[in-house]
Nanobody
Framework: QVQLVESGGGLVQPGGSLRLSCAAS????????QRWYRQPPGKQRELVAE???????TYVESVKGRFTISRDNAKNTVYLQMNSLKFEDTAVYYC???????????????WGQGTQVAVSS
């Protein structure tokens, strides 16, 4: 069993910062691409940031220059550093990852259960 657990969400003032963490645990052979999604209330889920197995990163235009995705492979953890937060960043943030489990060759995508980020003055 593979589990992804997010942490670090909360209430923050506009202009503030938060760092989200997503730790993967279980029988993991290899983690490939890791991602952060978000879903604002009443809106579609969108991909926020992505980091590949080679370390290359991609961001949605609205967070470029403010958010940074990074990873710690030794801890099977991906982070999302969020700076200069805006009201429109309010959403439930979900991590996901493409993971190869031990003793398998198939890659599956796993999701965390989400962590709430609320930006409010």
């Amino acid at each position: 069993q593979v589990q992804l657990v997010e942490s670090g969400g909360g209430l923050v003032q506009p202009g503030g910062s938060l760092r989200l963490s997503c730790a993967a645990s279980g029988s993991i052979l290899k983690i490939n691409t890791q991602r952060w999604y978000r879903q604002p209330p009443g809106k579609q889920r969108e991909l926020v940031a992505e980091i590949s197995s080679t370390g290359s990163t991609t961001y949605v235009e609205s967070v470029k220059g403010r958010f940074t995705i990074s990873r710690d492979n030794a801890k099977n953890t991906v982070y999302l550093q969020m700076n200069s937060l805006k009201f429109e960043d309010t959403a439930v943030y979900y991590c996901n990852a493409d993971i190869v489990r031990s003793f398998l060759v198939q890659t599956n995508t796993y999701w965390g259960q989400g962590t709430q980020v609320a930006v409010s003055s």
